[in-house]
Structures are given as structure tokens and as C-alpha cells.
């Protein structure tokens, strides 16, 4: 159980296009849900958290214009780079907390994305 | 601003050999978390720890979080090569997991 899913796994795209990415939980409900970007050879950095139904919380230095967070559903949250450029080339990775148990953080697999 | 500093940053030992990762940080967290995260995936939880002072085992992994709950280390005992990962250290400081701060990484490679 507690299966987290992105998608898509890869993607590539022109400068000054947007992306979506696609978080799901696959067997719960996550009321929350996070978004970390992880350059290469670096950790996780958090850059938002997401709760359902409301506006998402961003880290400081995070633009919200830019990373829009949308988190619809107990089971879906999105994370859309608008007008992206090289420097937002990156792995994003979600993860989700269930409203039972131990609000233990499940990861995705990630998403890479490449601005060309 | 938390920091989770760990150390090495880097570490390429043979099959066999013992290891210990270190996570240090100046700010008291509620739990520590350990993960391991493979290239192109994303980090998969190890353990948790969250009594100061307390030890956890996983087969050749021994997890130790500082009495101060401050610092935690990971050992490992006679590596293997599916040792090989990112090992990531993260706090809680919130008791809820709401928020993570990760360290800043120690990239293992452990070869035959």
C-alpha cells in the first residue's frame, strides 16, 4: 500500500512552454502533498506543500506565479511550470501524507524535466 | 533557516568494507528520517527514529539518533554493492512529518 505515482516520468520541452506534472496517490487519500525539486547531485528541496481544496503553501524563494499547484482531489495534486526555461531543468519529486496512521511522507518515483 | 548537514559527501569503498554516514544538525527535530534514493527514482524511507539517544537495526544497517536530537548517524556493516544509493537524512521538527528539512546528502558507491 501507500503507492504514489508521477506523471510523466520524463519530459522535455521548448523555453517558454508550460508543463504539467501529475502526482497521484494511488491506494489513499493524501489531504497533503508536497513538491521537492532535487538538482543534479543535490538533495531534496522542498518547494511547496499542498492541501486539498486550498491554496498551496510556498518555501520562501519559490515563485508561486511560476510553479502553479493545484491540489483538487484527496488523490491528485499538480504542479504546472509556466513559461519554463532551462534553469527550471530539474527532477520534481511529490510525496503524500495520509490522514490516518503516522503522517509518514510516501515519495513518487519523480519527474525529469529538460527545458531545452 | 534548518540546516542537515551530513558527511561525507562522498564515499566509494569496496564490498566488505564498514561505513558511517553522519547527519548534524544545530536545530533539535521531533524525528530524523533516513532514506535512499537510486538515480532516477525517488527516495525510498529506511527508518525512522525519534527517541534521543535511541538505536535502530535493519539487517546491516544500524541508525542512531543523537540524545540531543540533534545528530543522527547511519552505519553501515560489510557493505554491498546494492548498498550503492543517495543516502538522505531529513528532520521533523513539527511531530506531524508535515514538513521535512533534507540534508544535504551522502552519495555511496560501493564496488565489487
Keep these: ?116 | 533557516t534548518q540546516l542537515l548537514e551530513q558527511s561525507p559527501q562522498f564515499l566509494s569503498i569496496q564490498e566488505g568494507e564498514n561505513l558511517t554516514v553522519y547527519c548534524n544538525s544545530s536545530s533539535v527535530f521531533s524525528s530524523l528520517q533516513w532514506y535512499r534514493q537510486e538515480p532516477g527514482e525517488g527516495p525510498v524511507l529506511l527508518v525512522t527514529v525519534v527517541t534521543g539517544g535511541e538505536v535502530k537495526k535493519l539487517k546491516r544497517l544500524t541508525f542512531q539518533f543523537g540524545d540531543a536530537r540533534k545528530d543522527s548517524s547511519l552505519h553501515i556493516t560489510a557493505a554491498q554493492p546494492g548498498d550503492t544509493g543517495l543516502y538522505l537524512c531529513a528532520g521533523d521538527n513539527t511531530g506531524t512529518a508535515s514538513k521535512l528539512t533534507f540534508g544535504t546528502g551522502t552519495r555511496l558507491q560501493v564496488t565489487l
Design chain 1, 1 to 116: 500500500g501507500a503507492v504514489v505515482s508521477q506523471h510523466p516520468s520524463w519530459v522535455i520541452c521548448k523555453s517558454g512552454t508550460s508543463v504539467k506534472i501529475e502526482c497521484r496517490s494511488l491506494d489513499f487519500q493524501a489531504t497533503t502533498m508536497f513538491w521537492y525539486r532535487q538538482f543534479p547531485k543535490q538533495s531534496l528541496m522542498l518547494m511547496a506543500t499542498s492541501n486539498e481544496g486550498s491554496k498551496a503553501t510556498y518555501e520562501q524563494g519559490v515563485e508561486k506565479d511560476k510553479f502553479l499547484i493545484n491540489h483538487a482531489s484527496l488523490t491528485l495534486s499538480t504542479l504546472t511550470v509556466t513559461s519554463a526555461h532551462p534553469e527550471d531543468s530539474s527532477f520534481y519529486i511529490c510525496s503524500a501524507t495520509s490522514p490516518s496512521g503516522t503522517d509518514t511522507q510516501y515519495f513518487g518515483p519523480g519527474t525529469r524535466l529538460t527545458v531545452l
